[in-house]
């Protein structure tokens, strides 16, 4: 018989969380999902349908990434080396990192683009300025792959594209773009746009549910992302508002992502509710019994809860 400790439901639970966290990102390497990203987020691809986007413009192939099981499938775009390292820097690895072709002034050019997933907004530091860090490491990381010695001139832009899945409230539902800019102090000269524009970050940041959000990427991606709503209620949005056809392999990490999250969510409140016992305990000096009563569990799950107690204090 197995034997759970409350330290092996932690590790079950960061196992899960961590699983999850794979899903997301999966989920959003498929091309359709990246078209629509590029489609509202950046210029060049504005005027551009996004089954286009998807078939002809982001490059790639398939390829089975190490953590992951049946990636090999022509819909996922993981076309390079997602980690980026120094001597004196260390290293860091992107969520997923990709090549796409945009027309521009008639011209087709090649773009680097990275896709961040990030579900704390303040991790102890602005997260505008991870990302910025993010897209001068794309562009300096590009030396002796696309440039060498002095041919700056065949410098990428960069796109590093944040998707914020729980911003503080003031920022849900906006996308916002950070860019450089020629701005004139003394005189007046003009440059060419593509010798300075190299690098744009842009934070998307989700919120509440709402029917209609203006902008498509959001609601596109609060459904995908939600763990609010149900795998059939995904699919049919994602069907009838966004035409996307749910293959197999869509439609597996989409579960998948569900599953996870109701377990995650459940551990979560489980975890909550004992601790809440255990306060209640000490505080009021009551059993555990008259504990549960107060915070209104069901007395079929009083057992359960009875055992994590007695668990935690033989390892105490």
């Known amino acids: 018989m197995e034997i759970t400790t409350p330290i092996s439901e932690h590790i079950s639970y960061v196992y899960q969380k961590a699983s999850y966290d794979v899903a997301c990102k999966r989920l959003l390497s498929f091309k359709i999902i990246l078209a629509y990203i590029l489609k509202y987020c950046i210029d060049e691809f504005k005027d551009i349908d996004v089954n286009e986007i998807a078939e002809y413009y982001i490059e790639g192939y398939p390829q089975i990434c190490e953590s992951a099981v049946h990636v090999n499938h022509s819909d996922y775009i993981i076309s390079m080396n997602n980690e980026d390292s120094t001597f004196d820097e260390g290293t860091i690895y992107y969520d997923i990192i990709f090549y796409a072709i945009a027309p521009y002034n008639g011209e087709l050019i090649k773009l680097l683009l990275n896709i961040e997933a990030q579900n704390d907004f303040y991790p102890g530091y602005p997260l505008i300025m991870r990302a910025i860090y993010y897209a001068c490491r794309m ?40 860019e450089i800019e020629e701005k004139n102090i003394v005189g007046y000269m003009k440059e060419k746009k593509n010798y300075y524009d190299l690098m744009t970050v842009i ?114």
């Open 203 to 316: 934070m998307i940041c989700l919120g509440t549910p709402q029917e209609n959000i203006e902008g498509g990427v959001l609601r596109l991606l609060e459904v995908l992302l939600s763990n609010k709503r149900d795998v059939e209620e995904k699919k049919k949005i994602l069907a009838t508002e966004f035409h996307i056809k749910m293959s197999e392999d869509i439609e597996e990490e989409v579960m998948k992502m569900c599953n996870l999250s109701e377990g995650i969510e459940r551990e979560g409140i489980e975890k909550g509710l004992y601790q809440g016992i255990k306060n209640i305990m000490k505080n009021l000096h009551l059993d555990s019994s008259q504990a549960m009563e107060i915070l209104g569990i069901s007395k079929e799950d009083y057992p359960k809860y009875k055992d994590m107690l007695e668990r935690m204090n033989e390892i105490l």
């Open 139 to 178: 562009i300096s990381a590009q030396y002796g792959k696309e440039f060498t010695k002095a041919n700056y001139n065949q410098i990428k832009k960069v796109y590093s594209i944040w998707i914020c899945a729980n911003p503080p409230k003031t920022k849900e539902n906006t996308i916002t773009k950070y």
